[in-house]
């Protein structure tokens, strides 16, 4: 229950006409206090345990009530913290993913058929030639076969196979008959995307998000971003970076940045991709495969044209961000971060050129020392996803060699001076932060709590981050890498009035409890978005 001045108090204040805005809106407030508040600044905010809430949806007053005063006695149970943050992932996927059958895990043809039976009871309609059943996450390894479409019912069931994956990024793998079957799958329309954005941004409230950057949204897809945002059902903050259906195109339909003015939805940037995913051999390397003599992996597109689309899009304005798995992927990506940069601020220094336009790596996976260097002296933005380290650990060494996993692979403390970017990528990995924060502590999986082939230790835990440094990688990581500092990430006056509220401060949470931990509330913009109760 939120304490609210009464209006008898403003009226008894006199003319409120007098005040300036900011006076207005302090005095309009709304009041909450817990039992803690970890505001993510400065260390002098330990004792805060109150803030106020603006009727436009901003912190005005961030402060400490006595525990004797009126105010400490009506504190709610639980302890706040700045809403989180998801760096990098799919959120239109993400609703998809929520709108079909999971079928992760399952083992067994019985087990299909029974989630599938399951769908089809609790969505009255599934299965008609409008409404497809589609299944997600089927295991040929551990089924022994590959799915294949039943067309009676119009059921097709896919793996999300992102080790076969021709990029890491969000794909299905369909086997046969997979042409006709694509082509015959009723594409969603408007109205059915904005119900699986809905779904999304329900379940990421749940898990303690506000907000989030959307890796890949097509031309097509930012408009109805646009219409959406702002509605009742729009309760995610969202960055969204700009793709193409060539996924590097330079002129297709125009996108013009733009960001409302409510802080709903931001576009200014450009997702572009160098190459594919490590565990297909798909990723481009400098040197072979440790497991593949002769391979190593392919770029998408050629150094020569990956900089000329960092330029173009730079030139336009854009803060450019290039998915690069593979230590050649990156170097070519630092090389391309690096053009535009050159050509952006001719007569000022790469790193303060940078500090304004923020480029960024998408997942900078494997990247060789030399361009580790480059990336720490100009401060180009690594964009990590901790699960993913945990998830390639079991191959990663295999795929590399031990040498260059050790100097080069998934690394995020020696990453710390240039502002990593924390996400999941979902829905290729769990949305819940708390796993990623999990993995990034820990290097171990979120999903079975142990290390590499089983182990009890973690994953080269020389680069784990500690349980502070993770924590600002979901807030303040990716308000710096989405120019949002200030107002996201953080409790403070004058930032979005987006917080969660928890059972226990986060630091005596005991780590493995990280695995499972569930938020009690979410607020955005000062209203409550989720209610555990
Ligand atoms: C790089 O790719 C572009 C576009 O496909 C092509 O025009 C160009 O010739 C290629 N450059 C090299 C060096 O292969
Ligand atoms: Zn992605």
């Known amino acids: 229950m939120a304490w609210l001045y009464s209006a008898a108090t403003i009226v008894g204040l006199g003319s409120i006409v007098k005040f300036g ?10 009041t909450h206090c817990y039992q803690g508040v970890r505001t993510n600044g400065a260390a002098a905010d330990a004792d805060v345990n109150c803030f106020s809430v603006s009727s436009t949806g901003r912190f ?10 009126e105010l400490a006695k009506t504190a709610h149970p639980g302890y706040a913290m700045p809403g989180l943050w998801d760096g990098h992932g799919h959120l239109l996927q993400y609703g998809e993913f929520l709108n079909s059958v999971d079928l992760f ?21 599934a299965g008609s030639a409008q409404e497809w059943i589609r299944g997600v996450g089927w295991d040929q390894m551990a089924l022994g076969v590959m799915p294949t479409a039943i067309c009676y019912r119009r059921i097709f069931l896919m793996s999300l196979e992102e080790k076969s994956l021709e990029t890491r990024e969000w794909a299905f793998s369909v086997t046969t008959p997979s042409p006709p079957v694509m082509a015959l799958w009723p594409k969603p329309d408007d109205k059915k995307k904005a119900g699986f954005l809905k779904s999304a941004m329900r379940r990421l409230n749940q ?27 729009w309760t995610i903050r969202v960055y969204a970076m700009a793709e193409y259906y060539d996924r590097n195109a330079i002129c297709p339909d125009p996108v013009e940045r733009y960001n409302d003015p409510n802080g709903f939805l931001s576009i200014q940037s450009v997702k572009l991709f160098a190459d594919g ?32 689309r ?12 290039i998915h690069a798995i593979g230590d050649l992927a990156n170097r070519y990506a630092v090389d391309a971060h690096t053009a535009a940069l050159r050509l952006l601020c001719p007569c000022e220094s790469l790193a303060d050129c940078q500090a304004r336009h923020r480029f960024r790596i998408e997942h900078s996976q494997i990247i060789h020392e030399d361009d580790q260097a480059r990336m720490h002296a100009i401060g180009i933005i690594p964009s990590i996803q901790p699960t993913h380290a945990t998830s390639d650990m079991a ?5 590399l060699g031990k040498d260059r996993t050790e100097k080069e692979a998934y690394r995020m403390r020696s990453l710390l001076d240039i502002k990593p970017v924390l996400g999941s990528d979902f829905p290729v990995e769990p949305a819940d932060p708390f796993q990623g924060i999990y993995a990034a502590v820990t290097r171990k999986s979120p999903h079975t709590g142990r290390g590499a082939n089983g182990s009890p230790d973690g994953w080269h835990t020389e680069e784990a981050l500690t ?3 993770a924590i600002r990688g979901f807030t303040e990581g990716p308000a710096y890498g989405g120019f949002t500092e200030g107002n996201t990430g953080v409790i403070r006056p004058g930032a979005y009035a987006d917080w969660i509220v928890l059972d226990k401060p986060l630091e005596d949470v005991d780590i493995e409890e990280l695995r499972s931990l569930k938020v009690r509330e979410t607020w955005v913009a000062g209203k409550r978005v989720y209610n555990r109760d």
């Not at 005005?60 to 006595?66: E, K, M, Q, R, Y």
């Not at 399952?106 to 399951?118: A, F, L, P, Q, Y």
């Open 277 to 308: 995913a490590l565990g297909s051999w798909g990723s481009a390397m400098i040197d072979d495969y440790a497991d593949r003599p002769g391979v190593s992996g392919s770029l998408l597109v050629n150094a020569s044209e990956l900089t000329y």
């Open 60 to 69: 005005t007053n961030v402060f400490s009530a006595g525990s004797d005063s």
């Open 395 to 399: 191959y990663a060494e295999q795929r």
């Open 467 to 469: 349980l502070d440094q």
């Open 21 to 30: 805005q900011n006076v207005a809106d302090t005095l309009l407030a709304e």
């Open 310 to 321: 960092a330029v173009s899009w730079a030139t336009k304005g854009f803060q450019v961000n």
């Open 105 to 125: 895990g399952s083992t067994t043809m019985d087990e299909i058929r029974g989630r599938v039976s399951k769908y089809v009871d609790e969505n009255p309609g």
């Open 207 to 233: 898990y303690g998000l506000v907000g989030m950057h959307d890796a890949g949204v097509s031309a097509a897809n930012l408009n109805l971003f646009k219409e959406l945002a702002g509605s009742e059902d």
